[in-house]
């Protein structure tokens, strides 16, 4: 498979917990998106890579969250002191160049207890 | 900031029949990319179709086509000969052409489209 891979795809906890999801991305992408998706919404854009870069961070991103990707390869994201809040669903997405398009993964999901 | 609303929270479709989704937008750019892509139940979000502000003639990939009305800044979905496999959420997306910080896609709240027999 090679398209977006998200790990896990659901993770329970319980609130105060913290908690990582992985991305990999396909794999000549450079460009890597994180985006959260609460019922009933779009997806907002939570931040981005350009290689090992992180360029941009949402307001959305308090400072719980964090977000890496080392090498330039995978991306993890990291929440903090998980509060009940934070429950949706975390998308990333890849893509070659800034104006091509967007591949998505399937999203973790989390639920916080 | 730019914004883009999707008026519709559902749709229903009769198979083999044909259907619009709308989706406006607000931006002070001239020149920008819009997306429609389509979330089926438990799966990836994948692109339906794109149009390129600069162009004047409206995308269309095979039973997929759009109204892009720049002046209105509407930018309508329509589905021709709608399948069961069409049924899921649409979301319609705004992304600006400046590489970099700008790359990111902006989302509206979708439209869920049933398609029944």
């Known amino acids: 498979d090679t398209g977006v891979s998200q790990n896990p795809r659901h993770k329970i906890t319980k609130r105060g917990q913290n908690v990582t999801f992985r991305c990999d991305p396909i794999?000549?992408?450079?460009?890597l998106y994180w985006y959260r998706q609460t019922l009933g919404q779009g997806p907002e854009f939570l931040t981005y890579?350009?290689?090992?870069?992180?360029?941009?961070k949402s307001r959305l991103l308090s400072d719980r969250f964090s977000a890496e990707r080392p090498k330039g390869s995978f991306s993890t994201l990291e929440i903090q002191r998980t509060e009940q809040g934070d429950s949706a669903m975390y998308l990333c997405a890849s893509s070659l160049k800034a104006n091509t398009e967007a591949f998505f993964g399937q999203g973790t999901r989390l639920t916080v207890v | 900031a730019q914004t883009v609303t999707q008026s519709q929270p559902e749709m229903s479709v009769q198979e083999a029949e044909t259907v619009t989704l709308s989706c406006t937008y607000d931006t002070s750019e001239s020149d920008y990319y819009l997306f429609w892509y389509k979330q089926p139940p438990s799966r990836q979000m994948i692109l339906v179709i794109r149009q390129e502000a600069y162009k004047q003639q409206n995308a269309t990939e095979n039973r997929f086509s759009v109204n892009f009305q720049k002046a209105a800044k509407s930018f309508s979905l329509k589905i021709s000969d709608s399948q069961l496999g069409d049924a899921a959420m649409y979301f319609c997306?705004?992304?600006?052409?400046?590489?970099?910080?700008?790359?990111?896609?902006?989302f509206g709240t979708g439209t869920r489209l049933q398609v029944t027999l």
């Open positions: 890579f350009q290689n090992e870069a992180q360029l941009e």
């Open positions: 794999s000549e992408h450079n460009r």
């Open positions: 997306a705004y992304r600006s052409p400046v590489t970099g910080t700008a790359s990111k896609l902006t």
